[in-house]
């Protein structure tokens, strides 16, 4: 009876032994998992912080400053919710759980860092490079690139620029507002008048292109409507560049006869306007003096542009828009009046790349009415 007792109560020790281990050992998943958790929650509390902090020091936060905390939120969101998902909890304490972190994902990772790193991105690919571009043109008094760029740019303020408004954190928002989206409406509307007054300049030269004085004079007045909206010229010098021109769409418009050389003035903008709207992913253009334009070749220009740009896109522009007749004394194109144009090309170029630095000059002769003979250069750069 006593050794069937012992036996008893060996056994039953075991058991309960058993029993214990077990628990321990969930307990402690258990308790991890926990550990796990509040661990995440400690670290998606702070996703928010690494960009509203340095706004409240008047610092925005790069994205790439960003983007080592962006992973390990993602990463550790990810492993986290799986080891919850495959806990030993009960189903309802698994459901508020991920309840819980998902809510909080979504709040600072969904809802801030990510967004605010698009938004980061996105002023400094498009607000910045084309304000820069702006600013350039304006310096060079490039009236073409300038119009262009200032749609470029009102196309993002009208609708894209909502983006700058979606990520939480009212320091960095207000500090990613000032710094990109306010300068760019300033730009915009510093060169509305500027612009359309330099589209209306255009407008008349076309008009007068084509002998229709009487719808130039219309546009002229347009023009000169506009003209008290400018900014001081003689605190701006791409206003006072304007005016020079709006001057000289005066002259044009209310001389009785034009002269030669002003009508090739006139069409010499239009081609700089066309070579501008056609080709300007390989150059830009612009018309430096009278009887010359500069062509700044692009610095990731492609060596086959070199034929199409030279060619088709340059030359037959350059004979018709200007109505060339000759050069020098040839018919434009003529076998010798195109080996005239090789003849100006560097030896051994075979890029547009390689033409920078070099000045071709062409005698040309044209006939928009009156016959004109000039020596016409193209300035590559």
Request: charged share 20%; no cysteine; aromatic share 6%.
């Amino acid at each position: 009876m006593k050794k069937r007792f012992i036996k008893q109560t060996a056994v039953l020790a075991l058991f309960t032994a058993t029993i214990l281990s077990t628990t321990t050992v969930a307990f402690g998943a258990s308790s991890s998992v926990d550990q796990s958790v509040n661990k995440l929650k400690t670290e998606l509390s702070k996703a928010t912080t690494h960009y509203v902090y340095p706004a409240l020091d008047g610092d925005l936060a790069s994205s790439n400053e960003l983007y080592s905390a962006l992973n390990s939120a993602k990463k550790n969101y990810q492993l986290t919710r799986k080891a919850v998902v495959s806990s030993s909890k009960s189903a309802a304490s698994k459901k508020v759980t991920l309840a819980e972190i998902d809510a909080l994902y979504n709040e600072k990772v969904s809802g801030g860092l990510v967004p605010y790193i698009d938004a980061y991105n996105y002023a400094i690919k498009y607000l910045e490079p084309i304000m820069n571009d702006i600013q350039v043109a304006k310096a060079n008094n490039d009236f073409a690139t300038v119009e262009k760029k200032y749609h470029e740019l009102s196309y993002q303020l009208k609708g894209r620029t909502t983006i700058l408004y979606r990520f939480s954190g009212k320091a960095a928002r207000d500090l990613l507002l000032k710094e990109y989206k306010e300068p760019a409406n300033e730009i915009r509307d510093e060169l509305m008048v500027p612009v359309t007054i330099h589209m209306k300049n255009v407008e008349i030269t076309d008009l007068l292109t084509n002998d229709k004085k009487e719808q130039a004079k219309l546009v002229l007045a347009e023009v000169e409507a506009l003209l008290p909206r400018l900014p001081d010229a003689s605190k701006n010098s791409f206003v006072a560049a304007l005016l020079e021109e709006v001057t000289s769409m005066k002259e044009q418009v209310t001389d009785t006869t034009l002269s030669p050389q002003h009508v090739l003035d006139s069409k010499v903008k239009s081609l700089v306007a066309i070579l501008n709207t056609t080709q300007s992913d390989k150059a830009t253009a612009m018309m430096t003096a009278s009887n010359s334009i500069t062509v700044t070749i692009n610095k990731d220009v492609d060596p086959l542009d070199y034929t199409s740009y030279l060619g088709k896109g340059f030359y037959s522009s350059f004979i018709n828009i200007l109505g060339v007749t000759a050069i020098d004394g040839n018919h434009p194109l003529s076998t010798q009046g195109v080996n005239t144009l090789l003849a100006s090309v560097p030896a051994g170029s075979q890029t547009l790349a390689d033409l920078k630095g070099h000045t071709l000059s062409l005698p040309i002769t044209v006939n928009n009415g009156t016959a004109l003979t000039v020596e016409f250069k193209i300035i590559f750069k």
